[in-house]
């Protein structure tokens, strides 16, 4: 069983730029969700896809987006890249049978904001 | 709306003792709750969860946890401590309709010998 894989491993972007970030769910898994973890906190809910609609966003301004394909992985872009969008961007991928379930995570992305 | 405390930036211990690790949650119903490790440079790994029943709760690694109602805490254990746990944890309180985590800042964990 693959699980939850991203790419890239890192990326260093500069101010205004954009980025696309990728994840591949884990088999068998319908739900992508995003979070953003800064320096020194804990990771921060960005959104949610299942079934490739948005099903939730946290507190992220519209320059942040995403997209679920029809093989469940997904893209996170982020468009006019500012410093503060420094930080691990995690994917975690879920069964969503109308109760909460185990989220598994994958290794991240860490994006770098010149 | 959720939130989660996690009051410890930083722990040590002595390798071999035991370990508490806190979090205190705010959530108006029934939370679902978690314990999770990261590693540097890794992505979180699920020690162990709370859904409902049992307030003790066994995870993997040897770490359980309690859930207390009454005092909205949910706090981590181990009785003994290995170097390898050095890491960085956190508590995350999950909404009902599964559609996101919410996380405490975390709480490092250094391990002496």
């Known amino acids: 069983e693959t699980g939850v894989t991203q790419s890239p491993t890192h990326l260093i972007k500069t101010r205004g730029q954009q980025v696309t970030l990728r994840c591949s769910s884990q088999s068998g898994h319908n739900t992508v969700s995003w979070y953003q973890q800064a320096l020194g906190q804990g990771p921060q809910f960005i959104f949610q896809?299942?079934?490739?609609?948005?099903?939730g966003r946290g507190n992220f301004p519209p320059r942040f987006s995403g997209l679920q394909f029809p093989n469940y992985s997904s893209e996170l872009n982020v468009n006019a890249l500012e410093l503060d969008d420094s930080a691990l961007y995690l994917c975690a991928s879920s069964f969503t049978s109308g109760r909460l379930n185990e989220q598994f995570f994958g290794p991240g992305t860490r994006l770098t904001v010149l | 709306a959720q939130s989660v405390t996690q009051p410890d930036i930083h722990i040590t211990v002595s390798e071999g003792a035991s370990l508490e690790l806190r979090c205190n949650y705010s959530y108006g119903a029934t939370p679902y709750l978690f314990w999770y490790v990261q590693s540097p440079g890794q992505g979180l790994q699920l020690l162990l969860k709370y859904f409902s029943g049992d307030t003790l709760v066994q995870g993997i690694k040897g770490f359980e946890a309690e859930f207390k109602r009454s005092q909205s805490s949910f706090n981590l254990r181990k009785p003994s401590v290995h170097w390898s746990d050095a890491a960085e944890y956190f508590c995350a309180v999950g909404t009902p309709l599964g559609n996101k985590l919410v996380f405490g800042a975390g709480t490092i964990l250094r391990v002496k010998s």
């Open positions: 896809y299942y079934r490739e609609e948005e099903n």
